[in-house]
C-alpha cells in the first residue's frame, strides 16, 4: 500500500515526486512510456528558470529524478495499462504488477502526433522520428524534412541544421502557429527551405528506408517530390488519458479535466502537467501543476488516515 503513486516521469511528476518525498509520503512513481516525458526528447531549454545559459531537456529531468530520488521517492519501469479508481485504495495496474494507493497523481502527459499515413509507423526508427534531439544526430550531411508549423517545428527545423545539410520545413497552411521570435529564427537559417502550404502525401522508402516525399499544393493542386534521407513530424500531442476513460472527467480531446488546481472528478485523484493541459504545455506549468497535485494530495491524506 502506498500513500501516494504518481503515474510520470516528465517534469510534472517528478516535481509532484519531489514534493511528496519532501512531505514524507515516500511516493512511487511508475515511469510510463517515456521515461522522463517529452523533456527527455527536447534539445535546449531557454525558458525554464533558473538556468540564464539554458539547459538540455534530458539534463533538466535527470536532475529532477535524483532531485526525487534524494528525498526517498521510488521509482518502477513500466507503462500503466489498467486502474481501477472506484474506491479507495486506489488499483493501478503496470503490466504484471498492480500497486494500491491512498491518493494518486496522475501526470502522464502527452503523445507525439503522426501524419496518418500509410506504412509511417514502420518509418519510426528508418528515417522517421518524432524526436529531433534523439535522431538529429543520424542525419550529418543528408536533406531532412520537418513537418508542422508550430512552435515544435520551428525549434527541430533549427535544431536540425547542426546535422543536416538541408532542412525543409513543410507545413500544410501559408501561416504558422508559431510564435514570431521563432518563425524569424527558422526564415533567418540559410540551411532551411520553407515549404508552403504543402500537404505531406507520400513518404517513399522503397527498400524500408525513407527517400523522398510527394508534397501537394493545397491551393494549386500540383505535387512536388522532394527527395531527403529523414522526415521529423512535429504536428503536436495527444494526452496519454484512454487508460481513465470512464473513470476521470475529461474533454472532447482526452485531456483529463481539473478543478480547484489538481482536482479531478474522483476524490484522492489528482492530475497535473500535459495530461490537463492544451493551452500553456510549457515544462515550468508543468512543474508547478506537479507541485500543486503533491500540495493537495499531501491535503487530502491529512483527511484521510484510513
Ligand atoms: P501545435 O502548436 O499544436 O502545432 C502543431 C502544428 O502541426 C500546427 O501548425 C498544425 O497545423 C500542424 N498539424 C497538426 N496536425 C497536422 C497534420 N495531421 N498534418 C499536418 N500538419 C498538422 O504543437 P507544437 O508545435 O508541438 O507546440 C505545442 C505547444 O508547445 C505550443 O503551445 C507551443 O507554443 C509549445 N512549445 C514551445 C516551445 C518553446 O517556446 N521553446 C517549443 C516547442 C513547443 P495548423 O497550424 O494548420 O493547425
Redesign the pocket.
Known sequence: MHNVVIIGSGCAGLTAAIYAARANLKPLVIDGREQGGQLAL?TH???YPGFPDGILGPELIENMRKQAQRFGAEFKAGAVNEVDLTHRPFKITAGKDTYEAKALIVAAGAT?????LAGEHDLIGRGLSTCATCDGYFFREKAIAV?????????EANFLTRYASKVYLI???K?????KI?IDRVRANPKVEVVIPA??EEIHAPNGHVTGVRVRNPEGQESTEIALDGVFV????DPNSTVFKGQLEMDSNGYLISNHGSLTSVPGVFVAGDVQDH????AVTAAGSGCMAALDAEKFLEGHTD
Not at 112 to 116: M, N
Open positions: 527536447t531549454v531557454e525558458n507525439a502526433r503522426l501524419l496518418g513537418v508542422g508549423g508550430g512552435d515544435s517545428a520551428m525549434e507545413h500544410r497552411r501561416e504558422f502557429r508559431a510564435s521563432m500537404i505531406v512535429a504536428i503536436g500531442h493551452r500553456y504545455r510549457q
